[in-house]
Structure formats: C-alpha cells, structure tokens
C-alpha cells in the first residue's frame, strides 16, 4: 500500500493496483492529500469498495454511492437524485409499489 511524496506539490498520492469486479488489473491514482496516513487511508477505504462481495445491502451501495458522488454535484442536483431514490426506488424495495 505505497504513498508517494510529490515534491512539486508537497502532497501526498495513493498510487496502487487492484482487481475489479471481472478479475481484470487496474491501477487508480488520487493525488493531493495533505499527509501519509490521508493517502493510504483513502487507497484501504477505495479496496474495501470495491470488493467482489454481492451480499452488499442496498442501503450500503447508496451509502457508498452518497459518499462518492455528492460532492461532486450540485446541490439541487443531489436532491434530485435523493428524491429519485427515496420515492422511486426504495419504494420497489420495501414492496410498497412496483
């Protein structure tokens, strides 16, 4: 689990291979975080991710998919999204509608 020290940026970078869910070799790369410990957190929580385990609930996967994606989108888009979810699709789940 190797973490590199970018001297022009004076950052941390999570560097690392891992396997998807076909058993293809992938590399991902993130750079700038602020110390060690930061990169080689983000590559652990990155692996357990993306672990081949199906038995995920669904409430795990839109907690993983929160945590990834609504940082990077509008707010009013996220609400769009949340509202999706919470009155379309966990509806399906639940048994309530179809």
């Given at each position: 689990?190797?973490?590199?020290?970018?001297?022009?940026?004076?950052k941390w970078d999570a560097n690392f291979s891992y396997r998807d869910f076909e058993n293809n070799s992938r590399k991902k790369?993130?750079?700038?975080f602020k110390t060690e410990?930061?990169?080689?957190?983000?590559?652990k929580d990155f692996k357990e991710f993306c672990k081949k385990d199906m038995s995920k609930s669904f409430g795990e996967f839109y907690k993983n998919y929160e945590s990834?994606?609504?940082?990077?989108?509008?707010?009013?888009?996220?609400?769009?999204?949340?509202?999706?979810?919470?009155?379309k699709i966990l509806r399906l789940f639940r048994g309530n509608g179809g």
């Open positions: 689990m190797p973490a590199y020290f970018n001297q022009k940026t004076k790369m993130k750079r700038g410990e930061e990169a080689l957190t983000w590559e990834d994606i609504r940082p990077r989108v509008r707010p009013s888009t996220w609400r769009t999204k949340e509202y999706i979810v919470k009155y």
